[in-house]
């Protein structure tokens, strides 16, 4: 499958903001932004340069592209795989020396489909297909595991995924591990299997976009999603937890239909009734005590009401409860930006989905860009950087701007300017390196000449 059909079908469940600068510049605060551009090109669209399979060299580059698949191996090197605007093919980045090496797939358009060889069985030959925005976790021997996404199936056709998979790094592996070879209709009638009953045959239906956590037992948990469940599209709101020691899935909670509502209850009060509505694209993080955050997102609201959400909810691992923290329970809430830099109780990011996120060593989370409300009400791809302190509950905003639509101020490679910023973006790939820095890759939003499109620049920020 061509590449670029797969951004096509990508934006088709996608709101994009419009071009342009509006007064957006003059909208960033002038304090230092931390942000250096790190690697790769400036221009939007970049066909990429692949080199040589497995040979690392500093003009390699993937091509542009955004709800890349990632990991982070034992090492620190981020590994990424496909996406809107990539093909199957597996690239691994070294922070340290800012060189890219293709490591496995095809960078072919029309090679595109799934080989998924015997369940369970490692093969050169398995290759997962072509796709964007699967669910991805790293286990505890360090291997890499993805669910879904939204591509390419054994048969060359492209729908909602539910294909389970494994990667070793050490043998450079893929193994299909469960879930349909077939995507969308072609996966079969899908029959909900009984809530906290774990077992092997169990798996969730085809879904993209859904929110995704490890535990602190390194157990992997999914929430909701883009979903398709019996030949229906829709968003969903179930939980589910995955155990690697026994390979089962479990159904934690959560609605068995498609776009419910949100039941918030009474805000930073944990309650077994309180469930997010059903949503994708949402932001996620994980704290210092193995809760778990949701941020966000494109769904439903506690009336029922569907669009751009900012309600931040924790979970409990332990006791298996939801707690509202903040943000509205209605859609298309407006941000409240407060003064840049410091904290307050009424600051909050306008409601979005796609952003990025990291967590910092003090256990602070962050939020930057995606698409969404700006401070005027009006829809935008954003550049915002904002801070949830954790001791106080509170949301301070960084930088970046309030109006959204911007083009990216680069600067000058590896150099560090106050000038620097990230144009408006959603949907890009994030990490964290071993000193706490903050990583961010490619997506879909604004290079240096303002032209809205997959994005295959590499940035560095520090807190």
């Known amino acids: 499958m061509n590449r ?17 600068h509006g007064s957006s510049s003059a909208a960033i605060p002038a304090s230092l932004t931390n942000w250096t551009w790190e690697a790769d090109t400036n221009a939007a669209q970049s066909p990429g340069s692949f080199g040589s399979l497995g040979v690392a060299a500093t003009t390699n580059q993937p091509s542009g592209r955004s709800g890349t698949m990632g990991w982070k191996d034992s090492s620190g090197k981020l590994w990424i ?59 505890a021997a360090g291997k890499f595991w993805m669910l879904g996404g939204y591509g390419t199936d054994a048969n060359g056709l492209i729908g909602y995924m539910n294909d389970f998979w494994r990667y070793d790094t050490s ?37 993209n976009s859904s929110a995704f956590w490890k535990d602190l037992n390194g157990n992997f948990w999914l929430f909701g999603g883009q979903a398709y469940l019996n030949n229906t599209g829709g968003l ?42 059903a949503r994708q694209q949402a932001t996620t993080w994980t704290d210092t005590a193995g809760n778990f955050w949701l941020f966000g997102g494109s769904g439903y609201d506690s009336i029922g009401s569907v669009g751009y959400l900012n309600d931040l909810w924790k ?29 307050a109780a009424t ?23 995606g698409i969404g409300i700006n401070s005027s009400g009006v829809q935008a791809t954003m550049n915002d950087l904002w801070e949830f302190q954790a001791s106080s509950n509170q949301w301070v905003w960084i930088n970046g701007s309030y109006n959204g639509n911007l083009a990216g101020y680069y600067g000058t490679l590896h150099i560090l300017s106050s000038s620097n910023m990230p144009g408006s973006r959603s949907d890009a790939l994030t990490w964290t390196d071993a000193t706490g820095n903050f990583w961010m890759f490619g997506g879909s939003g604004y290079d240096a000449a303002s032209a809205n499109g997959l994005l295959t620049d590499v940035w560095k920020f520090l807190p």
């Open 315 to 343: 979970f409990s691992p332990t006791t298996q409860q939801w707690t509202w923290i903040s943000g509205s329970n209605l859609i298309n809430a407006v941000g409240v930006y407060g003064t840049n830099n410091v904290a």
């Open 171 to 207: 043998s450079n592996q893929w193994t299909w591990m469960g879930g349909a070879s077939g995507g969308g209709s072609s996966s079969g009638n899908y029959v909900y299997p009984a809530v906290n009953v774990a077992a092997t045959s169990n798996i969730p239906n085809p879904r």
């Open 347 to 369: 600051n909050q990011p306008g409601a979005r989905y796609g952003a990025q996120a990291w967590t910092d060593v003090s256990g602070n989370h962050w939020l930057f860009g």
């Open 236 to 277: 969903q709101n179930d939980l589910w937890e995955y155990i690697p020691a026994n390979a089962t899935w479990t159904l934690v909670g959560g609605s068995t239909t498609q776009n419910a509502t949100g039941i918030y209850g009474t805000a930073a009060t944990a309650a077994s009734t309180n469930f997010p509505g």
């Open 81 to 139: 795989f496909s996406g809107s605007g990539g093909f199957s093919d597996m690239w691994v980045f070294d922070s340290s020396t800012l060189s890219w090496v293709w490591m496995s797939g095809t960078h072919i358009s029309t090679s595109n489909a799934g080989v998924y060889g015997t369940q369970g069985t490692a093969a050169a030959a398995n290759l997962p297909g072509a796709r964007t925005s699967a669910a991805t976790w790293t286990d």
């Open 4 to 20: 670029l059909l797969i951004a096509a079908a990508a934006a088709g469940f996608l709101l994009m903001g419009c071009k342009g």
